[in-house]
């Protein structure tokens, strides 16, 4: 017999504890290994005035640390915004990376980066961040808008037609990056090519600092929609037959994930699978109910990265493998899986 | 409860219905009958407030429905759908929760209509089962479970619409749902089903509302309205009409 979905705290509580030691691992590992409980004493050495060697000190704050931060948002926003956009959808096998919304977002913000150079030459350099974000969401919302349009139809959504607007989005993505890269120069280049692999190694606390502020406004905004989410799960009509302001609960999802998935894209390049396989997860453990799912999403999305971003630094040490990579690797079978599951169950 | 004066709604630029005027009150059951594409989903569309009439009035509670805020409405009106698309595995009681949605009772009154409308479908026993183990019969129930709870408490205030709900099921699930609505009535509130069998309609509406491309051709109850020389020129079927051998309604034999 099919399980009930209870609320499990003990689910919550492994979570919470995933997230901790992936953490902790991330502060710890790397080219340079320090042991973990000298990685805790460098945390607690405000508290404690510690004395410690100082390039243990180095990396863990100033590399490591923005480096988690950065992982932690970037894991927690994507995965979130991936459970939102399966209950936009009413598909459990929609993705911002494969539907072409993470595609989307990186060439609003490669645009921004190349053809922006001369007009934002006059603007100061702490605001450029921001620019190549408010890019990246235009370029998200754009085409979230696109593939919802195109993907509708009187059974919710179709996953092949989203599919395929993803593959168009990617490849017209690819494109106009591939031709801006022969207009580019040598930093711009770099930043371009970071974007299709997906990585963590270029944080700072200033691009922390940009992404924070925007998963802040997402954090608070999505999981409040968790209730018209289950509701539109019915059906658009059904939603709106019990009570449900589809228009403006739609209009605030597609912005939301947009931004979410934009600034994740802006610091942090195409980064694929997380929000598909980590709601999947979720909703196994803890049944449908998005009032769970969103913010149990957001726990394990973030210490999953996390651990990837570990595997990332570690298998080709002391280079480092793009994590997008290591996300693929794990992810793409797992997607197979559910389309074979979905095929047998009678049709995508 | 319900009233409906010169109604005319079109899809796009074409016509569909015209001219169409009712009243249903409390506590009554009304059947919309007619051949396929007679305008019966249209009519639903727009008593939903789905579809924006091109004139005419729509009224629930005295109140133009257009003017009710979409969660108030929601706390009157309750809508059962033909069949679901719901690809995501809630729990049968998680679905019925849903109903509770535009309500803000508590979680103790939720739980208890939750029951009590769960019980009226009979479906207490299937709670903690995945929707999406269900049968076609048994999540019709569950879908009729959360509507029933959205509106159990709105008495002579509450509207109950149902498109085609016994389309897809068998003979034991007509019945039950159809007598659920009955039971509803019962208890005030007013009933509209759309449907396309005569019999069934016979049985368990107090009034029949035909429509013929688009026009109100006969309004009343089962006796007035299901004549076999109508039907005859509605559905194109010579049929005759009898007294049902166990209740004072017609049957019709084809």
């Not at chain 1, 539109?232 to 037959?241: K, N, P």
């Not at chain 1, 453990?285 to 630094?313: Q, T």
């Amino acid at each position: 017999m099919v399980a009930a979905y209870r609320f499990k705290p003990l689910v919550v509580v492994l979570l919470l504890a995933l997230l901790l030691l992936a953490s902790l691992l991330s502060l710890a590992l790397g080219p340079v290994a320090i042991p973990l409980d000298d990685t805790l004493r460098v945390l607690l050495q405000r508290m404690t005035a510690a004395e410690l060697p100082a390039d243990q000190v180095l990396i863990i704050e100033q590399i490591r640390m923005p480096r988690t931060l950065m992982g932690l948002l970037v894991g927690a926003t994507l995965a979130l915004t991936g459970a939102a956009m399966q209950g936009l959808f009413r598909n459990p096998l929609a993705d911002p990376g494969l539907i072409g919304v993470s595609s989307g977002a990186a060439l609003g913000a490669a645009l921004v980066i190349v053809l922006g150079g001369t007009l934002l030459a006059q603007l100061p350099t702490a605001v450029l961040p921001y620019v190549t974000v408010l890019g990246a969401f235009l370029g998200g919302v754009a085409t979230t808008w696109l593939v919802y349009r195109l993907g509708q139809s009187v059974q919710g959504t179709s996953v092949a037609s989203m599919l395929l607007a993803g593959i168009a989005i990617a490849a017209i993505s690819g494109a106009v990056i591939g031709l801006l890269s022969y207009l580019a120069d040598d930093a711009m280049l770099r930043t371009l090519t970071f974007w299709n692999m997906g990585t963590l190694g270029g944080a700072s606390y200033e691009r922390v600092a940009v992404l924070a502020l925007c998963c802040a406004l997402v954090w608070w905004r999505l999981p409040r929609q968790a209730s018209a989410l289950n509701a539109l799960l019915l059906g658009e009509s059904e939603a709106r037959h019990l009570g449900v302001d589809v228009e403006r609960v739609k209009r605030e999802l597609v912005l939301l994930t947009a931004l979410g998935v934009g600034a994740c894209v802006a610091v942090a390049g195409l980064i694929g699978f997380v929000g598909l396989v980590v709601p999947h997860l979720v909703r196994l453990l803890l049944g449908a109910d998005h009032r769970r799912v969103l913010p149990a999403s957001m726990l394990l999305g973030a210490g999953l990265l996390l651990l990837a971003d570990v595997v990332a630094r570690l298998v080709v040490s002391p280079a480092e493998l793009p994590i997008g990579i290591i996300t693929a690797v794990l992810g793409a079978p797992f997607f197979l899986a559910l389309l074979l599951r979905a095929q047998r169950r009678g049709g995508v | 409860m319900l009233e409906v004066s010169a109604l005319d709604c079109a899809r796009g630029a074409r016509s569909i219905l015209q001219g169409i005027s009712f009243q249903l009150a409390a506590g009554e059951v009304l059947a919309v009958l007619g051949t396929n594409g007679a305008g019966k989903s249209t009519l639903l569309a727009s008593l939903t407030g789905e579809l924006a009439p091109r004139s005419g009035s729509i009224l629930l509670a005295g109140r133009a429905l257009a003017s009710w805020p979409a969660q108030e409405r929601a706390r009157r009106m309750a809508v059962l759908p033909q069949s679901s698309t719901l690809a995501f595995p809630f729990s049968v009681g998680e679905v019925v929760a849903l109903g509770r949605l535009p309500h803000a009772t508590g979680t103790r009154q939720d739980e208890l209509i939750i029951g009590q409308a769960m019980a009226a479908t009979d479906v207490t026993q299937l709670r903690q089962r995945s929707y999406l183990t269900l049968s076609g019969g048994e999540r019709q129930r569950v879908h009729l479970a959360r509507v029933l709870a959205q509106i159990w408490d709105a008495g002579e205030q509450g509207c109950l619409l149902l498109d085609e709900p016994t389309a897809a099921l068998d003979l034991a699930h007509q019945q039950l749902i159809l007598q659920q609505a009955r039971n509803m009535a019962r208890r005030s509130l007013a009933v509209v089903v759309v449907l396309h069998d005569l019999n069934l309609a016979a049985r368990y509406a107090d009034r029949l509302l035909l429509l013929h491309q688009g026009r109100a051709v006969a309004l009343g109850s089962p006796w007035q309205v299901l004549s076999a020389e109508r039907i005859a020129e509605v559905f194109g079927v010579a049929v005759r009409v009898e007294k049902h051998p166990l209740q004072d309604s017609p049957l019709i034999i084809v």
